[in-house]
Each structure stands twice: as structure tokens, then as C-alpha cells.
């Protein structure tokens, strides 16, 4: 696909499998199947974690960043090696180097690259960084793998009888 080709949020909730609240990419502007890719999250007051992180200076919760990362590095897998990645799950597995340049709040556009490092076969290996206004937020590498989709366990909590 061309680097100038615009993905539609469709496009995206089906090459994920998150939801709100949890889907954290709302476009993809850029991609370089193989190279790179460039997603945008738009951080709104309205999303649940600020009630709680902080009701008084609301700041976007740095695992979520890094989530939104992972999240635009498996639709680079997915775009990368699409008859691969297509029906499997891509998992989050590490997370390497990770800082925070700045606070993300409400209102602010974060800009997500992510640059393909290195692949064998199950595994890939992202290089990232979320900009807000040209500003760097946060960076990190991380790691993934695809796996096929299980079929849904029993969402039951009792297990077993108890005498």
C-alpha cells in the first residue's frame, strides 16, 4: 500500500480486535508495509481513565500510550504480512526502553510512529515513539507475536462444585 494511503476507522476495527474503551488508534495517516507506520490517537476528556488519573490534573495513564503503540504496531504486522496476520491475534510481549518525555491530557493529538526493527518468523520487533505537537512524549521498543485465536473459553468463574 502506498505511504499516502488512508486507512478508515472500518479499516481498523477490522484489523483489531480491541473496543472502546479500549481501541486506542482513531486513524492511520501513513504506512510503508515492511518500514513504518503513522497512527493518530485523539485523547478526549470523556475517556474513563481521567475520572480517577487525576480527577484534578487529568494525565493520559503511560501504559495506555504504550498501548496505543503496540496497537499501531499490529496494524504494521497486519499491513506488513496481511495473509500472515489475517484471523490471528498479534500479542504484546515486551517492552524495552520505554520513557516519558511529557504529560498527555485532554486535548492534545498524539501521533504515533512506529518503525518495523526486525522479524522471525512469530515475532516482531517495533521501535516507537508518541508525539504531541511535534513534542516527544514517550518512546519505546516493542515486541510482539502473532498467534491463532482460540475459541472462547467458558466466561464462568465458578470452576468447580465446593463440598
Do not use: C
Request: proline share 9%; net charge neutral.
Amino acid at each position: 500500500m502506498p505511504a499516502t494511503e488512508l486507512f478508515s476507522p472500518q479499516e481498523i476495527l477490522r484489523s483489531l480486535p480491541h473496543r472502546y474503551p479500549f481501541l486506542l488508534i482513531d486513524r492511520v495517516v501513513a504506512v510503508e508495509p515492511g518500514q513504518r507506520i503513522v497512527a493518530i490517537k485523539n485523547v478526549t476528556f470523556n475517556e474513563p481513565h481521567f475520572t480517577g488519573h487525576f480527577p484534578d490534573h487529568p494525565v493520559m495513564p503511560g501504559v495506555l500510550i504504550l498501548e496505543a503503540m503496540a496497537q499501531a504496531g499490529a496494524l504494521l504486522a497486519r499491513y506488513t504480512d496481511p495473509d500472515h496476520v489475517a484471523g490471528r491475534l498479534v500479542y504484546f510481549m515486551a517492552i524495552d526502553h520505554a520513557r516519558f518525555r511529557r504529560p498527555v491530557i485532554p486535548g492534545d493529538q498524539l501521533q504515533i510512529e512506529m518503525t518495523l526493527l526486525k522479524r522471525r518468523r512469530e515475532v516482531w520487533r517495533f521501535s516507537g515513539q508518541a508525539l504531541v505537537a511535534g513534542q516527544l512524549a514517550a518512546e519505546a521498543e516493542v515486541m510482539a507475536m502473532t498467534r491463532d485465536r482460540e475459541p472462547p473459553q467458558s466466561t464462568s468463574l465458578v470452576t468447580e462444585q465446593l463440598p
